[in-house]
Structures are given as structure tokens and as C-alpha cells.
């Protein structure tokens, strides 16, 4: 896309650099696009058996839909609907903030383990198989906090949301940071936003399929070492 053909909300000096960059390197953003969708059919694939026993311990755990479908922001400032196993109870975003923290009292029994183990992140391959994510890039917000992107945060929608990126890595105990007292949405988006984006845009500057298979590898080990 180029730039004359983002949406108004995005045009600004800072993601036209931004741009520019990707579009120099349209080969690494085809390469990635093919590979997504290679690896999401055959994990899907191979872990179908235990992802049906998820959405079952899921059911039969409360009450509600397998799923929790969520309105993010994806890539061109574009809402789109997430897939994740549902691991609150139902109505959790009218009876608290989008955030989540540690001691959460909307979590389910199940919801704790999937959590932890990062489980709810797979139903997310439906994203990435239907074009709307990829399997590597920065993770999608909420509208609420895009509200506060600054220009340059804005040039993250330029490429797909990721279901892991390296942002992801460096806060992956997120929830215990906003457990520490105080207001989390305050402490989210004055505390953990800025160095979150400042990962995704240098991530942003170095997108290549070896990159996102490297930010993988690491993502795997980061849960196993939880």
C-alpha cells in the first residue's frame, strides 16, 4: 500500500519512514506471509486432537463459549475480531478493564493453567490462516490504547499483528507487573506501552523470516521457563 493510500488517522512523517523501509523490502513481508500460513496449517493440524480436549475443559469448566472474541486493531489502523480460548468468565470485559492482571478474580479454574502455559494464544492461528495476524509481529491492542499511540507507535500497523513478538518476550510477566498496586491502566500505558512499542518498532526495521523464526524458538523457551 503506499502512502497516499492509508487511512488519514496514519499519515504522518514518521510511519512514511516506515513505509518506505517495508517496501524495500516486499520479499521478506511475501516470504513471511507464505510461511505463516505453512506452519499455522500444520500446527493446527498435528495439535487438533489436543486443542478439541482444551475447548472441552474449557466448556465444561463454566459456563459460556469456547472462545472469546475480542475487537483489536490490526494492520492499515483496521479493527479486526481475535480468536482466544475463552479463560474468564462470560461478560469479563463489562465487569472490569481490558487488562488483566496476576489475581484476577475473572479467571477461570481452567483459564489459570491456559494462561500460564499460554494455550488461549493458539486459537489466534485462525487469525493468522484468515490474513488478519501473523505469527511473529507486534502484538494487537484494544482501540482504548491505540488512542494513545504517538505517530510513530502508529507505523506497528503497518505490517499484520503477531501472536508473539519481542515485546511479548520482555513482558511476559505483564500481569504481575500490574498486580503491584496502583491503577493498571495507568501503569500500562505510561510504564509498559512505551518500551513495548519501542520493541515493536525495532522489530519493525528488521522484519525477515529467519528473524521471526529466531523470536519463535524464544517465545517457546520463555513459556517453558515459567
Known amino acids: 500500500m503506499r502512502f497516499e493510500e492509508l487511512p488519514q488517522s496514519m499519515k504522518y512523517p514518521e510511519v512514511e519512514r516506515y513505509l518506505s523501509a517495508l517496501q524495500a523490502g516486499k520479499a521478506h513481508l511475501a516470504c513471511k506471509r507464505v510461511f505463516d500460513v505453512a506452519v499455522s496449517a500444520v500446527i493446527l493440524l498435528v495439535l487438533s486432537p489436543f486443542l478439541l480436549l482444551l475447548a472441552l475443559a474449557v466448556k465444561l469448566d463454566s459456563r459460556g463459549p469456547v472462545f472469546y472474541r475480542q475487537t483489536?486493531?490490526?494492520?492499515?489502523?483496521?479493527?479486526?475480531?481475535?480468536?482466544?480460548?475463552?479463560?474468564?468468565?462470560?461478560?469479563?470485559?463489562?465487569?472490569?478493564?481490558?487488562?488483566?492482571?496476576?489475581d484476577d478474580p475473572?479467571?477461570?479454574?481452567?483459564?489459570?493453567?491456559?494462561?500460564?502455559?499460554?494455550?488461549?494464544?493458539?486459537?489466534?492461528?485462525?487469525?493468522?490462516?484468515?490474513?488478519?495476524?501473523?505469527?511473529?509481529?507486534?502484538r494487537p491492542e484494544v482501540r482504548k490504547y491505540v488512542a494513545h499511540y504517538t505517530p510513530e507507535y502508529l507505523a506497528t500497523l503497518l505490517v499484520r499483528p503477531g501472536i508473539t513478538a519481542p515485546s511479548s518476550i520482555a513482558f511476559k510477566d505483564e500481569d504481575q507487573i500490574l498486580s503491584r498496586g496502583g491503577n493498571p491502566e495507568q501503569i500500562y500505558v505510561e510504564e509498559i506501552l512505551p518500551p513495548k512499542m519501542a520493541l515493536n518498532?525495532?522489530?519493525?526495521?528488521?522484519?525477515?523470516?529467519w528473524n521471526d523464526v529466531r523470536i519463535l524458538f524464544q517465545t517457546v523457551f520463555a513459556v517453558l521457563r515459567r
Open 72 to 102: 483489536r486493531v490490526g494492520r492499515y489502523n483496521k479493527d479486526f475480531r481475535i480468536f482466544k480460548f475463552r479463560t474468564m468468565v462470560v461478560g469479563a470485559d463489562k465487569i472490569g478493564p481490558p487488562l488483566t492482571t496476576g
Open 201 to 209: 518498532l525495532q522489530y519493525l526495521a528488521h522484519i525477515t523470516v
Open 106 to 138: 475473572r479467571i477461570t479454574r481452567v483459564g489459570k493453567w491456559i494462561r500460564k502455559c499460554r494455550l488461549d494464544e493458539f486459537s489466534q492461528l485462525l487469525n493468522v490462516l484468515a490474513g488478519q495476524m501473523s505469527l511473529v509481529g507486534p
